[in-house]
Nanobody, 124 residues
Framework: QVQLVESGGGSVQAGGSLKLSCQAS?????????MKWYRQAPGKEREFVAT???????TYADSVKGRFTVSQDNAKNTMYLQMNSLSPQDTATYYC?????????????????WGQGTQVTVSS
């Protein structure tokens, strides 16, 4: 069973930085796992933040482009989110997600796994 453990959240003042980590375990061999970050602010819907696939292709939400950087260490099955120039609008619970896929039957159907979330609070 895939498990995701997030860390690195906390409280920071506007303009500050934080780095989130998400370590995955329980991956099946031969499967592809693409990792994403989502966030959810109080009273708002969950929104996409960034994604990195196993080939290293990056995609960002417009709201974080130029400020956030996603990276991964495939050997450690760990994804990172470096967040710079934080603003109060970035306050949210940040979730790590990994999507299992691939061509081998043991990798199907595609399935998403979610971490427990880590809180990021940015004060003005």
């Amino acid at each position: 069973q895939v498990q995701l453990v997030e860390s690195g959240g906390g409280s920071v003042q506007a303009g500050g930085s934080l780095k989130l980590s998400c370590q995955a375990s329980g991956y099946r061999p031969l499967c592809r796992y693409d990792m994403k970050w989502y966030r959810q602010a109080p009273g708002k819907e969950r929104e996409f933040v960034a994604t990195i696939d196993r080939g290293g292709r990056l995609t960002y939400a417009d709201s974080v482009k130029g400020r956030f950087t996603v990276s991964q260490d495939n050997a450690k099955n760990t994804m990172y989110l470096q967040m710079n120039s934080l603003s109060p609008q970035d306050t949210a619970t940040y979730y790590c997600v990994t999507r299992r896929g691939g061509t081998w039957s043991g990798c199907l159907p595609e399935q998403d796994y979610w971490g427990q979330g880590t809180q990021v609070t940015v004060s003005s």
